[in-house]
């Protein structure tokens, strides 16, 4: 393995967990204004309208005037936090920008028998899904992993680098293996195991099954080299 600078362009995300907070919020105001007289009226009188609704800030200045009137102090600050919580959350990337910006980036390194995997502490998704750890081109030379999902920071966990080490490695076994073209694994305590969260994450092992390691010798043309965690 070799590791080697090379400037990767990091593209824009494309999912803001505040952006989607505001438009759901947005939704319902529009709704409620629409369905209940009382409220529009209690709206206008504060100088929302349907129309100033398009802006991000009248959305947060109603949902506080409608918080003020139904809670008081008490329930301001409770929406308040819930807004602070939502800005903490992580941006997320496609993750399919990233390697193609991966691609682009290492173009001029490129060699038939090298591999390129790009690891990068964001958030990311791909299609529809709600996040993604890592991505790889089928029987190809590039692959992205992102570890923000295993950090301590993240998970409202105690600092571990050990634990976050081993979560990433288990992520570069996975989309490593997809690069090489070594089938999907379902032996649930191989590094290779495809986990539905972070919990069936931390579960496997960090080590490779027999078949995943065979995949991996077939791929790569060599015998790796078996240590005493490597399950038989
Ligand atoms: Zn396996």
Same mark, same amino acid.
Not at 127 to 133: A, K, R, T, V, Y
Not at 187 to 192: E, G, K, S, V
């Given at each position: 393995m070799l590791l080697q600078y090379a400037d990767v362009n990091v593209p824009h995300f494309k999912r803001d967990p505040v952006k989607r907070h505001l438009a759901d919020m947005r939704a319902s105001l529009r709704k409620g204004m629409k369905e209940d007289i009382r409220l529009a009226s209690f709206l206008r009188q504060k100088g929302v309208t349907e129309t100033s609704l398009q802006q991000d800030d009248v959305v947060v200045k109603a949902c506080r005037h409608i918080s003020f009137q139904s809670g008081g102090t008490n329930a301001l600050a409770q929406f308040d936090a819930g807004m602070r919580q939502f800005e903490q959350t992580p941006k997320q990337w496609d993750i399919n920008d990233l390697l193609n910006n991966l691609k682009t980036a290492v173009r001029s390194f490129r060699k038939s028998n090298v591999y390129f995997m790009g690891i990068a502490n964001l958030d990311s998704f791909a299609?529809?899904?709600? +996040?993604? +750890?890592g991505t790889a081109e089928n029987n190809g030379h590039h692959a992205m992993i992102t570890y923000r999902r295993f950090t301590a920071d993240f998970n409202g966990e105690n600092q571990n680098r050990e634990r976050l080490v081993e979560r990433t490695l288990k992520q570069t076994l996975s989309s490593f293996g997809f690069m090489l073209g070594v089938q999907r694994c379902s #032996?649930? #305590?191989?590094?290779?195991a495809y986990p539905h969260n972070l919990s069936e994450h931390d579960a496997k092992s960090t080590s490779l099954c027999t078949a995943c390691r065979i995949g991996f010798e077939q791929a790569l043309g060599v015998a790796m080299k078996k240590t005493e965690k490597d399950q038989q």
């Open positions: 299609d529809q899904s709600n +996040f993604i +750890f #032996t649930p #305590t191989c590094a290779r």
